[in-house]
DNA sequence: TTTACATATGAATATATAATCATATGAATG
DNA sequence: CATTCATATGATTATATATTCATATGTAAA
């Protein structure tokens, strides 16, 4: 049993909380988080892995960096991109949990 | 320190992912859900509660009954509707929280 | 300093979807 | 059974946004 959660939010941070899930809630970004799970990844790597072409990719990379969920850096003519923000991570693992239980 | 997921997900694991964060990141669902985590109740209270439009809520009701998030039941002109997974409020408990670390 | 390569970006397009409107369905009550 | 109350629902509208296209910016190398 799990206690609830104290009271219920405002709508401030009913919309604060939207916004995560709706950055997250994109099958691309999504999968750009996980491939930068284990390492930095360019601009050209990401959309060859997801099979998806380059601006697209580079459009999503700039509102994950808005979000302050992947930061960026400069590496000869590529920009590495990695995770800026690991503990969306437990967030999910939570998700993949309640995926997994749900399959009975 | 959190182990890391232990394989990148595939295309379908990534769509039901997806499915599930775009399903909470309407900040109206949102609304329901938070509502709806003590006691049931009616979508006209909902409306209230909201101050929105009875339609709109029972579209929104729709969709979170669809997606297995809230059940409900009649109750003479009423409909009841409550939580159907309570394990969706471990997720958004974990976005709280990284919320709440994010405010430095 | 051209040229090639990598990425970013503005505009346009296509698509998804939240809210509204009008109305249908369903239940209780006179 | 007509009326009222509560909810559901199809169609329409409005809006948001993911992708594409064309092109600009930035870096390195010939």
């Known amino acids: 049993m799990k206690k609830p959660l104290s009271s219920p939010p405002n709508t401030e941070v009913i919309q604060e909380i939207s ?3 709706k950055i997250i809630s994109d099958p691309t970004r999504l999968s750009i988080l996980f491939l930068l799970q284990y390492k ?4 050209k790597n990401i959309a060859a892995s997801l099979d998806m072409e380059q601006s697209a ?6 509102t994950l960096k808005k979000s302050r969920l992947v930061k960026s850096k400069r590496e000869g003519k590529s920009m ?3 995770l800026d923000d690991s503990h969306v991570f437990s967030v999910l693992e939570q ?3 309640h995926i997994k239980e749900s399959e009975h």
């Not at 930095?40 to 601009?43: A, D, M, N, Y």
């Not at 990719?57 to 700039?62: A, P, R």
């Open 57 to 62: 990719i580079s459009h999503q990379l700039q």
């Open 80 to 82: 590495l991109y990695s």
């Open 40 to 43: 930095e990844l360019s601009v």
């Open 19 to 21: 916004k995560i899930f």
């Open 95 to 97: 998700v993949l949990n």
